[in-house]
T-cell receptor
Framework: QQQVKQSPQSLIVQKGGIPIINCAYENTAFDYFPWYQQFPGKGPALLIAIRPDVSEKKEGRFTISFNKSAKQFSLHIMDSQPGDSATYFC???????????FGKGTKLSVKP | DAGITQSPRHKVTETGTPVTLRCHQTENHRYMYWYRQDPGHGLRLIHYSYGVKDTDKGEVSDGYSVSRSKTEDFLLTLESATSSQTSVYFCATQGTSSYEQYFGPGTRLTVT
């Protein structure tokens, strides 16, 4: 049973474009909705996270939009740069002491 | 990297041999995790620990065991390695936020 569905699998944009990565979930007990970023040969690292009582959160060029009724959340990267080229994971967290549930990842490539 | 090291970083072993991967942290974090990463699957939780000698199974625990005798060390053992366990293994610790995990650099294991 796939608790988290992430799309697209891969994405290519030009520098300055606004890539959007989407995540749909089923478990209404998730209590945090983070995104992790992974560069080749490295472990993932927390990028940004949102609580379910907030509809949008911005940190620098990164924005999470959250739609609780649709059980979806998305990551937008404003003014994307080649250095943003990485794999992005939506990783909702189960409630209380629940664990992180990783989506399958989106490989983003930002062309100069 | 929150002071997380993994050893070895690369290992090639034969089917049927036992393998132990080590994770060492210097942050005194209580929670520690072992994940495997395979193409098309994101990261999947193998086992986790919520304290010394306290461990629990994750999503893909079959064929793996863990031990934690000290706060700083978390060992993952493949009792009898199989080709399906060829993967990249990541260790992680949980920081002060329940949704924030710090990942080590990974161990690439090949079972021939």
């Amino acid at each position: 049973q796939q608790q988290v569905k992430q799309s697209p699998q891969s994405l290519i944009v030009q520098k300055g474009g606004i890539p959007i990565i989407n995540c749909a979930y089923e478990n209404t007990a998730f209590d945090y909705f983070p995104w992790y970023q992974q560069f080749p040969g490295k472990g993932p690292a927390l990028l940004i996270a949102i609580r379910p009582d907030v509809s949008e959160k911005k940190e620098g060029r990164f924005t999470i939009s959250f739609n609780k009724s649709a059980k979806q959340f998305s990551l937008h990267i404003m003014d994307s740069q080649p250095g943003d080229s990485a794999t992005y994971f939506c990783v909702p967290k189960g409630g209380s002491q629940g664990n992180l549930i990783f989506g399958k990842g989106t490989k983003l490539s930002v062309k100069p | 990297d929150a002071g997380i090291t993994q050893s070895p970083r690369h290992k090639v072993t034969e089917t049927g041999t036992p393998v132990t991967l080590r994770c060492h942290q210097t942050e005194n974090h209580r929670y520690m995790y072992w994940y495997r990463q395979d193409p098309g699957h994101g990261l999947r939780l193998i086992h986790y620990s919520y304290g010394v000698k306290d461990t629990d199974k994750g999503e893909v625990s079959d064929g793996y065991s863990v031990s934690r005798s000290k706060t700083e060390d978390f060992l993952l053992t493949l009792e009898s390695a199989t080709s399906s366990q060829t993967s990249v293994y990541f260790c992680a610790t949980q920081g002060t936020s329940s949704y924030e995990q710090y990942f080590g650099p990974g161990t690439r294991l090949t079972v021939t």
